[in-house]
């Protein structure tokens, strides 16, 4: 039974540039990070209950067909007693985790400050740009629900926003991404190193980095290759390179700068493209003009990879569909419904991504298991909140990039 | 201490864009937040005393610094979690038990109450 607890905050790894918690604000990520897990498991199996046994019979007899789109549902479910208490449960537990994690860090916040200013100037990793504009879809909404989102700050060049994402991911992801909040980053190393063991690409970008939770375990599988990590958040990007520099990591840059507009690199200057957990941070304009940036600055042979939640098909049930959609429209995640419905491989296609060059592989987070049991989630979907992704990938082909 | 901020103050901004509301009555909406503020805050509270009492047992006497800097081994920590889980067991009975009797689909208790009266 113990096997499946998720591990006390203060077994996760410590870094110089993490904040210090107190004895009680450790104690209150233990309690988020059990009582999230208690969210999805215990209780949150009633959604599909009171969906069942009411929600869908009363939807029957009063339109005498069933639903035909999740939207559907979301609406009869938002009428639902238990619906809206499971759901006032979760959103509270994330303001919770946003404002413990803020009073971490903003009690601290001279000291983080300081010692991130440190970091930076020492290692030249960092590269902001004040000439790069926030776009509305980062701007319109405080994503997460955490205020600031992932560019804002408390003042002028501090690292609020990216300690406070980092101190309470743990919390928020009951633990599955392990001591770091890497496990992302170290889900797609082992499945690059499976894939292709031999590769050994030179030059890799991140696009939507924040702070780099993602990209530092690719610089560190691949110690030979330069990785350049740009987010359009200098809030973020200030505290991932010190986080980065703090961890040792050497051969990564983080530079402000929007995926829409690449121009600053030529070509084919890329053997790796990576988004991880970004693309329905976007916006429909948005979303296929950083394809298209990406297909251009990609090298041929070069691979460009998305790490997503699975797309909404024909083939997931609706009710399915209308979990995983809890976050748009109640974490402030505004494009993820409308980005899970798209046909992925289409807009890739359109991107410059031949269908035949493209493919979907599962990746499972990767975490020390001395620290971190299995994910109690094994097998079993959380609609959102599981270390288990969809790789949305393409090898850019050799031929038509020479017949171009 | 962060000197210039009142950082008391500041860590409950709020997060740009229109909360949803969950229940009609608004009041419904802020108890949630007390309540399950509260639960967090006696979480902590039942941790710290575990932490003191560990301390205790293992040197007799405390220290503040003992308290904040101490972190469980992996085998108190499987302890303390097996712990925090009970009490959420405790604290979310109700809701747990929804979920049970959706399942069961009892009828009302005055249907039973008829029947009995009737058999």
């Known amino acids: 039974m113990a096997n499946d607890l998720p591990p006390p905050y203060t077994a996760m790894s410590r870094h110089p540039m993490m904040p210090r918690v107190s004895h009680d604000e450790a104690a209150r990520f233990n309690f988020l990070t059990h009582f999230n897990r208690y969210l999805s498991g215990t209780v949150g199996a009633g959604n599909r209950l009171a969906y069942e046994k009411r929600v869908l019979p009363a939807f029957r007899a009063e339109h005498g067909r069933d639903p035909e789109h999740r939207y559907e549902i979301r609406d009869a479910m938002n009428e639902d007693s238990w619906h809206r208490m499971w759901s006032a ?9 946003q404002h413990n994690g803020r009073q971490v860090v903003l009690r601290q916040l001279d000291e983080l400050d300081a010692m991130a200013r440190q970091f930076n100037e020492h290692s030249g990793m960092l590269a902001l740009d004040p000439a790069i504009e926030q776009p509305d879809y980062q701007t319109c909404v405080d994503i997460h629900c955490q205020p600031g989102g992932y560019h804002g700050g408390e003042r002028e060049g501090d690292v609020t926003v ?47 980095c924040t702070i780099g939770h993602n990209a530092v375990p690719i610089a560190q599988a691949f110690p030979d290759a330069e990785v350049i990590a740009i987010d359009t958040a200098a809030a ?16 990564i840059r983080f530079v402000q700068a929007s995926g829409e507009d690449l121009s600053r690199w030529t070509d084919g200057h890329f053997d790796w493209v990576q ?3 970004f693309l329905h941070e976007l916006s429909a304009k948005a979303m296929p003009r950083i394809l298209a940036e990406a297909n251009r600055v990609l090298a041929p042979g070069g691979l460009i990879l998305h790490i997503e939640q699975p797309q909404y098909s024909d083939e997931m049930p609706l009710f399915e569909q209308f979990m995983r959609d809890w976050d748009a429209f109640n974490n402030n995640e505004p494009f993820w419904s409308a980005m899970h419905g798209q046909d992925l491989k289409e807009v890739m296609a359109k991107a410059g991504f031949p ?24 097998g079993e979907e959380d609609y959102g909140r599981a270390a288990i992704w969809n790789a949305y990938g393409a090898w850019k082909p050799l031929a038509k990039a020479q017949a171009a | 201490m962060s000197g210039e901020l009142d950082w008391v103050a500041l860590s409950g901004r709020r997060a740009k864009g229109k909360r949803p509301a969950f229940f009609d009555e608004p009041a419904l909406d802020r108890l949630y937040s007390t309540v399950f503020a509260l639960a967090a805050e006696v979480s902590a509270l039942r941790e710290r005393q575990d932490t003191i009492e560990r301390l205790l047992d293992a040197k007799g006497t405390l220290r503040r610094e003992d308290i904040e800097a101490y972190a469980p081994d992996r085998r108190a920590g499987e302890e303390r979690g097996l712990a925090t889980r009970a009490y959420i067991a405790r604290i979310m009975r109700g809701f747990q038990q929804e979920v049970e009797a959706m399942e069961a689909h009892d009828p009302p208790i005055m249907d039973i109450v008829e029947k009995l009266t009737r058999e």
């Not at chain 1, 449960?89 to 985790?97: D, G, Q, V």
């Not at chain 1, 797609?188 to 030059?203: C, F, L, M, S, Y």
């Open chain 1, 162 to 208: 990216g300690a406070n994402y980092d101190v309470g991911l743990f919390a928020t992801t009951g633990g599955a991404l392990g001591g770091l909040n890497d496990g992302g980053g170290q889900a797609v190393v082992g499945w690059i190193k499976a894939e292709r063991p031999d590769w050994k690409p030179r030059r890799i970008l991140d696009i939507g």
């Open chain 1, 355 to 378: 269908q035949d060059s493209q493919f979907v592989a599962g990746v499972r987070a990767v975490v020390d298991p001395a620290i971190f049991p299995p994910s109690p989630d094994a």
């Open chain 1, 89 to 97: 449960l979760k959103r509270n537990s994330m303001e919770m985790r």
């Open chain 1, 236 to 251: 973020s990007l200030r505290y991932g390179a010190a986080r980065a520099a703090a961890l040792g990591v050497t051969n």
């Open chain 1, 275 to 277: 988004t991880t957990m």
